[in-house]
């Protein structure tokens, strides 16, 4: 694998189910990042982790929940989510001090019922 | 605040040139930015350009920078079909902190 992945590529879930969404990179940088894109709306920056610590925390509502347990995984736990949350989310990774660099997984295409 | 505004779309022929634009709102964006997504995939960094410069060439890619318009464009020469895809301008925001347009989406007809 090379690059940042993202699994799954697609979810479907309801209102009242925990999943969960997986990145990973292969590139040895240790920022990482989740955004949201919506239909019609700029890219959302959701968190930033930094060396596995959160720096950033960009008013996301707490159904969202992140995890970084190492510098090349990140991981997005998911509960309670409403219809609106339907998006395409993506990962990134960067490296410092090049962080404005960033390279994108592919992403997941998750839609609520 | 921090605003990108591209058109949402463009539509031209094979060999033709594109001419995608931006504008934006930072005048301290040190970096400004071309991501390309095709469908299906993530945003794939295409090309940037430092503050400082006008124009920025790579192959058949060329940025212009007019900082006093905050005005960025990006030019594609002999497009191809498989230059359709959103194209996205971004500038920096801060640390880490990419701000993104909505993108536009280039069509590239035969």
């Known amino acids: 694998e090379t690059g940042v992945t993202q699994t799954p590529r697609h979810l479907v879930m309801g209102m009242t189910n925990k999943k969960s969404l997986k990145c990973e990179q292969h590139?040895?940088?240790?920022?990482m990042y989740w955004y949201k894109q919506s239909a019609k709306k700029p890219l959302e920056l959701m968190f930033v982790?930094?060396?596995?610590?959160?720096?950033e925390n960009n008013s996301v509502p707490s159904r969202f929940s992140p995890e970084c347990p190492n510098s090349s995984h990140l991981f997005l736990h998911l509960h309670t989510l409403q219809p609106e949350d339907s998006a395409l989310y993506l990962c990134?990774?960067?490296?410092?001090?090049?962080?404005?660099?960033?390279?994108f997984g592919p992403g997941t295409r998750l839609t609520v019922l | 605040g921090e605003d990108v505004e591209q058109s949402l779309f463009l539509s031209v022929r094979e060999g033709d040139s594109s001419v995608i634009n931006c504008t934006y709102t930072?005048?301290?964006?040190?970096?400004l930015y071309w991501y390309k997504q095709e469908p299906g995939a993530g945003l794939q960094l295409l090309t940037y350009?430092?503050?400082?410069?006008d124009m920025k060439q790579d192959q058949r890619l060329t940025v212009l920078l007019n900082k006093k318009d905050k005005h960025l464009s990006l030019r594609i020469a002999d497009t191809q079909t498989g230059d359709s895809a959103i194209y996205f301008c971004?500038?920096?925001?801060?640390?880490?902190?990419?701000?993104f347009g909505t993108g536009t989406r280039l069509l590239v007809s035969p």
């Open positions: 590139l040895g940088h240790n920022a």
């Open positions: 990134a990774s960067s490296q410092p001090p090049s962080d404005n660099e960033q390279f």
């Open positions: 350009i430092f503050s400082n410069m």
């Open positions: 982790y930094n060396f596995k610590e959160q720096t």
């Open positions: 971004a500038e920096t925001g801060g640390f880490q902190k990419l701000v």
């Open positions: 930072d005048s301290s964006s040190t970096y």
